[in-house]
């Protein structure tokens, strides 16, 4: 949006989003003593954030959040993670190998985390420290674009309050970011480049999640899930302890969504319902909340020059995502994006050139090691090869034939995969193919792993009780989405894609019907953007023109 004449409130930063990339930015504008304005979509920080989620202090990290906050991990976090496993799945048949080696490398820590409760909690510190400065934190309130003047990005502009200009603007909005796109430096074109997470918080006493698990009350684990037990579909499962609840959830390449034309509910309730799970979960189920995210691939799509002019994007509005395969990192990097940006931009303040901040940022990204991390060279060279159908045709086939079984099976090739899951240069280049994901786990389960014969009785909760449970703030008269094309062929994927939709439900975001007219049938898409999770899955795979609700509106998650 072109600026007017009219005379702008101004600050010397705006941060557009308070989830860890954005308090972390905030916290370290503050400490600088630079002027800082915190603007909040959600109710309260967290409310409109979902994680599966494991937040890392990595040993090689410039920036790790306990050092921006302390009592993080007293006050903010669940449990600490010490056991880290993989579960190889052919149906019932389990093989486990111990990723501890992967888990603990450059690690200092790991905790999971349920994001309102962290969220909200480094809300009140980020406003404690911007208000020192002049600044602080408002919520409720929708950044919908960039302030421009003569074409020079000079502020933002919302929806609840009039402009305001600022020297540095933080984008911090989420992989849905609306400054991104507004920039040109984020677009939603191709699923392969992104992923969907879907997750359920199920309910747990605490001392029966240590009796369970065979923890002690400091203590936590974090355990995956590949193989069989998904279908065909790319991606896998994770289930993690927190104080008193599990996170349990799936996460697929979005393109092998589509293309299995496979509904997110229905993957999550065959993790929920495997036998693997039954003595973790017992005959008790109570599903807290139900949620879902869409989730930036990095090895794709995370920005190696993530500024314009004096704009910066931070975490997933960067792409700053890391999924290589049992390893999954972003809020860890959003922090250090976030405190990076701040001292880039305390560096070069009162320079003329608006977009000295955003060039020393990216600098100090690359020097940090970060987008090595983020875009990992080999990754690069790996897929030219191994992502070809012809080479994954080939080699599914091998794997799946009685000669891939015999040299998978034997006891040195269970050694060596021991060995590859937990390297981090092999696992930092495992091409996005079902070989991966799907091939190998199950040859590996089927060959090597114990057959389960627990009798998993949970019964989880149906997809209309799962929207019913969630809390909305419906915004009447002002829908976020327009479905742009209703033809199924431009817009059906979304039908089965979208977390809160099905093909055989009737409620949803999106359903499809057959009409007839003229004597000719055609099948057609419509819109209910009322359960909507926001997620933005249908902003790629269908014909829609997307934006968030207004500031306050829209789902509000307990858990997140």
Not at 216 to 221: L, P, R, T, Y
Request: negative net charge; hydrophobic residues 35%.
């Amino acid at each position: 949006m072109a600026a007017d004449s009219t005379e702008h409130e101004h600050y010397e930063a705006v941060v557009v989003g308070c989830g860890p990339g954005g308090a972390a930015a905030a916290a370290r504008l503050a400490d600088h003593d630079i002027e800082t304005l915190v603007l909040e979509r959600g109710t309260e920080a967290g409310s409109k954030n979902v994680s599966g989620g494991l937040i890392y202090g990595e040993e090689s990290a410039p920036y790790t959040i306990d050092d921006l906050f302390e009592g993080f991990r007293e006050e903010a976090a669940e449990r600490p993670v010490t056991d880290y496993r993989i579960h190889n799945v052919a149906g019932n048949s389990v093989k486990t190998y111990d990723l501890r080696d992967l888990h603990e490398h450059d690690t200092e820590w790991c905790d999971a985390v349920l994001r309102r409760t962290m969220d909200s909690w480094l809300e009140k510190r980020v406003h404690e420290k911007t208000s020192e400065t002049g600044g602080g934190v408002l919520t409720d309130v929708r950044v919908n674009g960039l302030l421009r003047e003569n074409g020079e990005i000079v502020g933002v502009t919302c929806d609840e309050l009039d402009s305001i200009e600022a020297d540095l603007i933080v984008a911090a909005d989420g992989v849905n970011s609306e400054l991104a796109r507004d920039a040109g430096l984020m677009d939603w074109a191709e699923p392969d480049e992104w992923f969907q997470g879907v997750k359920a918080t199920v309910e747990m006493d605490p001392d029966v999640i240590d009796d369970r698990f065979g923890l002690e009350s400091d203590e936590g684990v974090a355990h995956l899930f590949s193989g069989d037990l998904f279908a065909d579909v790319r991606g896998g499962g994770f289930l993690y302890t927190n104080e008193d609840s599990l996170s349990i959830g799936t996460v697929f390449h979005l393109d092998s969504l589509v293309e299995q034309r496979a509904e997110p509910h229905e993957l999550l309730d065959a993790l929920l319902t495997h036998p693997l799970l039954a003595t973790w979960l017992g005959d008790e189920y109570d599903e807290r909340e139900y949620a879902a995210k869409l989730v930036p691939d990095s090895k794709k799509v995370a920005h190696p020059e993530p500024h314009q002019g004096r704009l910066v994007l931070v975490g997933d509005a960067a792409g700053q995502m890391q999924a290589q395969g049992p390893i999954i990192k972003g809020m860890n990097h959003a922090v250090t994006a976030g405190a990076l940006a701040a001292d880039a931009f305390a560096v070069t303040r009162g320079n003329a050139d608006p977009a000295a901040a955003g060039r020393r940022y990216a600098k100090m990204l690359e020097d940090s090691g970060t987008m090595d991390k983020l875009r990992p060279r080999r990754y690069d060279l790996a897929r030219t090869v191994g992502e070809r159908d012809v080479v994954t045709s080939v080699v599914d086939s091998v794997l799946e034939s009685p000669i891939g079984s015999i040299a998978v099976g034997n006891p040195i090739a269970d050694r060596l995969l021991k060995r590859a899951y937990n390297s981090p240069f092999l696992v930092s280049m495992l091409p996005d193919t079902a070989t991966g994901y799907v091939t190998l786990p199950s040859v590996i389960g089927e060959t090597h792993g114990k057959t389960i014969h627990w009798e998993n009785e949970v019964d989880p909760p149906s997809l209309e009780e799962r929207i019913g449970d969630l809390t909305y703030n419906t915004d009447v008269g002002n829908p976020h989405i327009e479905l742009v094309d209703e033809s199924y062929e431009a817009s059906g994927a979304a039908v089965a894609a979208c977390p809160v939709s099905a093909e055989e439900f009737g409620g949803g975001c999106y359903r499809s019907e057959t009409v007839e007219t003229n004597g000719t049938e055609e099948t057609l898409v419509s819109l209910d953007t009322q359960p909507c999770v926001e997620c933005g899955t249908c902003a790629v795979v269908a014909d829609t023109e997307w934006e968030h609700p207004r500031g306050g509106k829209g789902v509000e998650y307990r858990e997140g």
